[in-house]
């Protein structure tokens, strides 16, 4: 079994359109659904995903979900809520009462406000409904999240896209490590294991294990095995390679780590960071 927990479905033919991604991005600008995604991702193993919405448009919110009601292969969906929105309780309520939706994702273009009074509410909130929280984070911000996830012990956090460490195959920021020891002390904490072919700046990321090795080693000394999910970060990984690559990388990091460790990080890790549903 392995879960892709950081996917995108889109569609650029629909009527209304849509805020993500832009019109100019020729890789990313085109019809983004299951029937574009499982010739890719079901050969390499995958039999489910977890849902990303990019798009800040709350009734998109319902249109992923729509969308999975006839769609197995979705497992669970992260939603797109700004916790700073009066309506935000009214919109948590009405989506969760899906079993589908298991959390948001804040992404609304503001940094973050880690510890206003009205985030700690929302937070709350996410907690008492068993929904998680997927947060975009990096060097800069790893020791407020630490703060956070201090402060909100039941509530499950997944860093996005290993809080966006650029990848050279050195050894990683000094700054990130020590964000990542930092919140390596909260066991509600994940992260992604996505983002880094992304971020390994060149036009087509390097497919050999070991440029990734010293990132990867950072993040299994502080979170371990527990607390790393796998996720390709479709659609825009194709910028930078084919669907498979972090699929393999990973794969070939873990394999010597053994059976157990590997089903681990594809995806018993992400069942107990999202509470994804099984759905035949």
């Excluded at 919405?53 to 809520?81: H, M, Y």
């Excluded at 036009?203 to 999910?229: K, N, Q, S």
């Excluded at 890790?269 to 759905?279: G, L, Q, T, V």
Aim: net charge negative.
């Amino acid at each position: 079994m392995i879960i892709d927990t950081h996917v995108h479905f889109y569609d650029t033919e629909r009527p209304e359109g849509l805020p993500w991604p832009e019109s100019t991005n020729e890789i990313l600008y085109r019809p983004s659904m299951p029937s574009r995604y499982k010739p890719l991702a079901l050969p390499a193993g995958i039999t489910g995903v977890i849902v990303e919405e990019a798009s800040t448009w709350v009734e998109d919110n319902q249109w992923i979900l729509d969308l999975a009601a006839d769609e197995p292969l979705v497992k669970g969906f992260v939603g797109n809520l700004d916790p700073e929105d009066e309506a935000f309780e009214e919109h948590v309520n009405r989506f969760s009462a899906n079993p589908i939706f298991r959390g948001i994702r804040v992404r609304t273009g503001r940094v973050f406000p880690y510890g206003s009074a009205r985030i700690r509410d929302c937070l709350n909130l996410l907690a008492e409904r068993n929904l998680s929280l997927d947060l975009i984070a990096g060097a800069a911000t790893l020791e407020d999240l630490a703060r956070l996830a201090r402060d909100h012990s039941s509530l499950r956090i997944i860093i996005n896209h290993t809080a966006g460490i650029a990848v050279d195959g050195n050894a990683p920021d000094p700054a990130w490590s020590a964000g990542m020891e930092a919140v390596s002390d909260f066991e509600n904490v994940y992260c992604k294991l996505s983002g880094m072919v992304e971020k390994a700046g060149s036009e087509f990321a390097p497919t050999d294990v070991e440029f990734y090795r010293p990132t990867i080693d950072v993040l299994v000394r502080t979170l371990g095995v527990d607390r790393l999910v796998y996720s390709s970060n479709w659609t825009p990984c194709e910028r930078v390679g084919p669907y498979e690559l972090t699929l393999n990388i990973v794969r070939e990091y873990f394999a010597s780590m053994g059976d157990e460790v590997l089903e681990k990080i594809l995806w018993k890790n992400s069942k107990a960071a999202y509470r994804w549903i099984s759905r035949e």
